[in-house]
């Protein structure tokens, strides 16, 4: 602001007299101003005054052939009475753009810089005994209301482009937020598996407790230590059951907490997972072209088990891709089924494996190092949708892998 204005303000015309000159200063120190934080537009204005009369006498000492600086300060310390005016009455209005609107943030200004000129032509008449003619302050009037309005216009233009950066920040926080509440929901998935299997496995330990109990009542046996063993394995499976309720129940507390929008549109959601997989690819520094459709009229879905499906199967396609590919996302009503549709281009996997894919434990991606991935991903994806009472297959074509997922509606669409 200290150089701004002061080069701004030489930029200039003289509308009522020979000393009283309208420049670009004005409009640039407003929106300076508006920049600023409240407590500093005093300090700000008292500053940038000093600067332009001293910018002014140093052009003058550049200039003029005879300089005097007795003479230069006489003519243009006025100038120092419109920049402290105008930035005593910005403050004693207490200007915010917080708490006005932009219409009246520009009368304000037209009504301060109008004060200030008044201020300034009143320090002229006085030390340099000019004239002020009563017809020409209309047309002072007329250039402040288009200084004001011409700031506003600029700096309605910053704050849209503050706000876009905002929402895009934002956005990006609450994908990242989206992908951490759907990684938890995956983990209470395999978590409330792991519950059932517990729950099985303690059934067992217990009726293989009672049978050799009896067996050994049956054979007189003092020492029971089989079924001693089989009571204890028992009752620590118990514990562990235990121990994963509680670790479930904080989960899903946590979920529930976290998930300001539990659905979403179908194009919203096609959109996200598209937006999430582009910065994958970018990251293993792949080219990968993203294509996505929504056919039909959908409800909104449930993020989180779209994303654990969906992006599951997106992601796999381009780690499968090696450099450069395409992969094609589509959502398709089908009366009482949704369809996913998750094409790529990539290698696929031989004939042979086909039917092996959904496997626990199998895969056909590894690393540098030659080592395999867990080979989970597919098999959680069966899982949780055949938990959804939907059907998951997988074609292999000239082009690439096709996954089609079909599940039934009302297992997506919020209830009630």
Not at 80 to 87: C, D, G, L, V
Not at 305 to 328: C, F, M, P, Q, Y
């Amino acid at each position: 602001m200290l150089i701004t204005v002061p080069l701004a303000g030489e930029l200039k015309f003289y509308p009522l007299n020979e000393t009283f000159r309208i420049t670009f200063g004005a409009p640039t120190f407003f929106f300076f101003l508006l920049l600023l934080k409240r407590k500093t537009v005093l300090s700000g204005g008292l500053l940038t005054a000093l600067s332009v009369v001293l910018f002014r006498i140093m052009l003058d000492y550049i200039t003029l052939d005879h300089f005097q600086f007795a003479a230069s300060a006489h003519t243009h310390y006025p100038t120092f009475f419109f920049y402290f005016t105008y930035a005593l009455l910005f403050f004693i209005f207490k200007v915010s753009r917080m708490n006005y609107s932009a219409i009246v943030i520009g009368l304000i200004g037209l009504i301060i810089e109008i004060a200030a000129d008044i201020v300034e032509l009143t320090a002229q008449y006085i030390v340099l005994h000019t004239t002020i003619h009563i017809d020409s302050l209309s047309d002072m009037a007329v250039i402040a209301f288009a200084h004001s309005f011409i700031v506003l216009s600029f700096f309605n233009m910053m704050t849209i482009y503050e706000s876009q950066s905002r929402e895009r920040q934002i956005r990006k926080q609450n994908e990242h937020m989206l992908m951490l509440i759907t990684s938890l929901y995956e983990e209470t998935v395999h978590l409330k598996k792991t519950l059932h299997n517990t729950e099985v496995i303690t059934k067992a330990s217990y009726d293989l407790y009672r049978v050799l109990n009896q067996q050994e009542k049956d054979h007189s046996v003092l020492n029971q230590t089989l079924s001693k063993k089989a009571l204890r394995i028992a009752g620590d499976i118990h514990e562990v059951k235990k121990d994963n309720q509680r670790i479930f129940a904080g989960l899903s507390k946590t979920i529930s907490n976290e998930s300001f929008q539990n659905y979403m549109k179908a194009e919203e959601l096609s959109e996200l997972i598209v937006r999430i997989n582009k910065k994958y690819a970018d990251s293993l520094h792949k080219q990968i072209t993203f294509f996505s459709s929504v056919n039909g009229e959908h409800f909104s879905y449930h993020v989180y088990t779209i994303l654990s499906i969906i992006n599951n199967l997106v992601a796999n396609a381009v780690e499968a891709i090696k450099d450069e590919g395409r992969i094609v996302l589509s959502v398709h009503r089908q009366a009482e089924h949704v369809e996913f549709h998750v094409q790529d281009n990539g290698p696929g996997v031989p004939l042979k494996y086909e039917k092996a894919i959904f496997e626990p434990g199998f895969t056909s991606k590894y690393d540098q190092f030659g080592n395999p991935s867990t080979g989970i991903g597919l098999s959680y994806v069966k899982d949780i949708v055949q938990e959804l009472e939907g059907t998951i297959k997988a074609t292999q074509e000239d082009s690439g892998m096709t996954f089609i997922i079909q599940i039934p509606l009302h297992n997506l669409i919020q209830k009630g």
